[in-house]
Every structure is written in C-alpha cells, then in structure tokens.
C-alpha cells in the first residue's frame, strides 16, 4: 500500500487500503471467484444429485464462460483473434452467484423459480430472497426486508437478456380496488440449463422425479386433511363466480396477471434477447448431439450458425 495520501480528483481516495490491488479494488479475485458469498439455506435432506450437478456446473461457467455463449459474449464483440470476446470476471461472478441461487430454489418438475408445497400452492422467490441466497444483498437494506444490490439488478437483466428465464408479473387486486405487487413468476428456459451441459435426458430424469415426489406429497395431505381440498375448491369457486344457486359474480380478490413474459424495455435488448434464444436452443442441441465436445469446441460449432449478435444482427438488416 503506497505510504502517501491518494487522491481521485481534488478529493481524496477513499478506499485504498483492505482491497488495493485488486481489480475495482472490491476485493474480487479473478482466480478464486466468490462463490465465498453464497448463503445456501439449510435443508432437510440432501439436494438430488441432479441439482447439485446443475450447481457445479454453474461454478464451471465461471472457469469457462464459452459453456454459455450469449450470456458471456453479451456484448457481441471480437478479440484480436476473432474469437469472441469473453465478459469481465467481475461480471461473470455475480452472473454465477444468481444463478446458483436459482438454481437453488427451482422447482425442477414446473421450472419455475419457488417451492410447491402440499395443498396445490406455489410459493414463488422473490428476488430479495434471492439476493440473500447469493450474498449480493443492498448493504443499506433492512435484514428483515432484504433487497438486491445494484450488481445484483445488472447481473439479473444479463441474465434475461442471454435467455435465461421469462419473468411473469403478478399483482393482487384487494377488496378495495387497491392493487398490491406479488413475486413475479420466474420461469426457467430448459435450453439454458442443457446447454450448461446436464443434458435433455437427465433434465426430464429429474422433471419425472420432482413431478411424483409432488404428486405424492398432495396425495398425503389430501389424506390427512380432506376438507382443505373441499376448502380450496369452494374458493376457486368463490373466485370464478360459479355461485351455488347461479349468478356470476365473484367475492375474492383476483391475482391481475401481466404479460407472460415481460419484455426488455430497450427494444434493441429486447431483439438480443431473442436471438439469445435461439442461440440457446442451438447450443443445446449441438451439446446434445456432441456429448465429448469441449466448451470451446462447442462454440465454435453454434458460431457457425449464429455469429456474435453484431455480426447477425448485420446479417439480418441487409
């Protein structure tokens, strides 16, 4: 650490001590990433091994981005080489760190990003749980009300714009004609997580064993509470109007749902976002068919179909 004061401007430098040196001076090491932030919570059991796997190879991105291609080439650009340009550490490691915490708490038999629980409900995550998870928490937000960083946000919207997932908005209407916001839904794209390199016929392996353990976690509680399900029904129908003794009128609040997907609000992202999709479902198959292909080997088999976004985008405009 140099012995004299630092200045930035006229005004003085006002972090250079605990982390000078490395990279933003915010502690980031490219060679370790932070996979030290993650805060996993506990569960009861073991996570299947396929899940795990997904979490390992979430881990492997960060060592070797060219296992996602629209997620770590983003911004299109070419080395002097003219192989694409990979994204900086920093950005790759909180991508890595929300991405662990979604794959943490996804519900493989629907993919989407929550618990199902016993009487039929969906119990979406909210981003400021999975902030939490991911250790990219607003320092200056109450814990008992957790809020995403600013990094967080940035590393979410890459994340969408690559083609990881659609996000469903969700708001509920009360009895006062008030609205209030709910989690968004947060649906995964398969061929993002193929494309990692789990593979079509493990990802259904896992589908088919989250959809049984489901369906036997309602059975139980159907029979050990039966008149929850005669609850649940008599609200439904409370909720669409299907009154005994007729009329269409109905009595409980409803849950006002946006579009099914909410698109980027840069009409320029939101068209990269596409094209990510269809790089998406590409890398996927080429993996697929090319089980002993490296990452590298793997992008250079999808870049010949779909160049870098820039070269594409010119493609199509001519």
């Keep these: 650490m140099p012995h004299f004061a630092l200045r930035w401007g006229k005004a003085a430098y006002l972090h250079p001590g605990k982390w000078w040196g490395t990279g933003n001076r915010c502690g980031h090491d490219p060679q370790k990433g932070e996979f030290d932030r993650l805060n ?7 996570l299947p091994k396929a899940q795990q796997k997904l979490l390992e190879l979430v881990q492997r991105y960060y060592e070797s981005p060219a296992m996602l291609p629209t997620l770590s080439n983003l911004n299109g650009r ?6 694409p340009r990979s994204n900086r550490s920093e950005a790759r490691a909180a991508e890595s760190l929300v991405l662990s915490a979604i794959v943490q708490f996804l519900d493989f038999a629907s993919l989407r990003v929550g618990t199902p629980k016993p009487d039929g409900t969906f119990k979406p995550r909210s981003c400021g749980e999975l ?3 991911a250790g990219l928490l607003d320092p200056k937000c ?45 649906h995964i794209n398969q061929d993002f997580l193929v494309a990692l390199g789990i593979g079509y016929g493990k990802l259904k392996e896992m589908r088919d064993w989250a ?33 005994a003794g007729g009329g269409n009128r109905s009595y ?8 099914r997907d909410t698109p980027d609000v840069n009409p320029e992202k939101q068209r ?28 250079d088999l999808v870049n010949k179909k779909y160049p870098p976004y820039q070269v594409w985008r010119d493609q199509q405009n001519e």
């Design 272 to 299: 990269q976002r596409e094209y990510s999709l269809m790089v998406n479902r590409w890398t996927a198959e080429v993996a697929q068919n090319n089980p002993n292909a490296s990452p590298r080997e793997i992008r």
């Design 131 to 133: 902030a939490k998870v």
């Design 78 to 83: 070419k080395n002097l080489d003219g192989n």
């Design 211 to 243: 959809s049984r353990s489901i369906k036997r976690a309602k059975k139980r509680f159907a029979e050990q509470f039966p008149g929850e399900g005669d609850a649940k029904k008599a609200r439904a129908n409370l909720v669409t109007g299907k009154i």
């Design 142 to 186: 109450d814990p008992s009300y957790p809020q995403p960083s600013e990094r967080f946000w940035r590393a979410w919207r890459r994340l969408k714009i690559a083609g990881a997932f659609t996000v469903h908005q969700i708001a509920e209407k009360r009895p006062d004609g008030s609205t209030r916001a709910r989690p968004a839904i947060k």
């Design 40 to 46: 996993r919570p506990t569960t009861q059991r073991e």
């Design 252 to 259: 409980m609040p409803k849950e006002r749902r946006g579009p």
